[in-house]
């Protein structure tokens, strides 16, 4: 049903986000309010439904987090995984495992669209600021 990764993240198989997606709904649209984002919870789902994104929840004997991922191919011929709208708790500790997959799908950078406090929150990490966006050479 879902993939398990360390950390308390999984991936969640496409034929499972029906059933998953009432409960990271209810985080991920706390996160878009918090940040007034552009999108709704129902342009990410639209996503998820056409493989254009991925789900991911962390869990921790229930569900504390959740967001999205999407491999992205430049102009330039790069790939890049976008990993947007995470919200909950374990997040942070669930990059390093996304930063694999994202090098296995043959990227060469993770880049985070996100708030002004995920800079702080993950420049220990590697992430740095070159815009409004955070990015991880990996």
């Known amino acids: 049903m879902l993939q398990a990764l360390p950390n308390g993240l999984l991936c969640v198989a496409p034929q499972?986000?029906?059933?998953?997606?009432p409960h990271a709904e209810r985080l991920i649209a706390v996160a878009?309010?918090?940040?007034e984002s552009d999108?709704?919870?129902a342009h990410i789902k639209a996503r998820i439904d056409a493989g254009q994104s991925l789900l991911w929840i962390v869990w921790d004997s229930a569900l504390v987090g959740a967001g999205t991922s999407s491999i992205e191919k430049l102009e330039n011929g790069r790939k890049i995984c976008v990993v947007g709208t995470f919200a909950g708790d374990g997040w942070k500790d669930a990059l390093p495992q996304i930063e694999q997959y994202a090098r296995q799908e043959g990227?060469?950078?993770v880049r985070i669209y996100g708030r002004h406090g995920w800079v702080r929150q993950l420049r220990d990490r590697g992430y740095?600021?070159?815009w409004v966006v955070m990015e991880k050479k990996i």
């Open 16 to 21: 499972f986000v029906e059933a998953i997606w």
């Open 32 to 35: 878009l309010d918090r940040s």
């Open 39 to 41: 999108f709704t919870a």
């Open 107 to 109: 990227c060469s950078a």
């Open 128 to 130: 740095t600021q070159p």
